[in-house]
């Protein structure tokens, strides 16, 4: 196909790698197309429940959840929505959760997004990077992708 349309297709699970062959006249337009994301969608094994509350400071500190109220007709209600408790299994810090917010015993919808936020884990590892050297930092790189290979050449 070519890239100005979505397409849809079935997979068996597995790995998989994705490539796009570009043409073009002006190369400068092509050196753009490196940074080009691709969006790859596909429904999760079951729902994630996401926790709403009625102020941002309930949402921030983990306060009273939202257990629902009356609107008139054309007014307005601001919701707070936490990411979800649980993580979608293969989800990586930036990847984007996209669902809905049912309302009202689910007779409406309301699109809602939401990116996976960087693990705890994560935020230690980039502060212990930090307060270590480059070349101790090449060291570990250099000792963890040798550590890679070898099980990979085991299995």
């Known amino acids: 196909g070519d890239a100005l ?5 079935s997979v068996p699970k597995g790995k998989y790698t994705l490539k796009l062959f570009l043409r073009h006249d002006t190369r400068a337009l092509l050196d753009k197309m490196k940074a080009l994301e691709i969006t790859v969608d596909f429904a999760l094994a079951k729902e994630l429940a996401a ?7 309930a949402a921030l ?21 936490a990411p979800p408790t649980d993580k ?52 570990e790189a250099l000792r963890d992708a040798q550590v890679k290979r070898l099980k990979e050449m085991r299995d």
């Open 5 to 9: 349309h979505g397409y849809d297709a």
């Open 51 to 57: 926790p709403v509350y009625a102020t941002l400071g």
């Open 61 to 81: 500190t983990g306060g009273a959840k939202f257990t629902g109220g009356l609107s008139l007709k054309g007014a307005r209600t601001v919701l707070h929505v």
């Open 88 to 139: 979608a299994p293969g989800a990586k810090h930036g990847d984007m959760l996209v669902g809905v917010l049912q309302l009202h015993e689910h007779k409406q919808e309301v699109p809602l997004l939401c990116r996976v936020p960087q693990a705890e884990a994560d935020e230690e590892e980039a502060k212990d990077k930090e307060d270590k050297s480059d070349d101790l930092l090449m060291e």
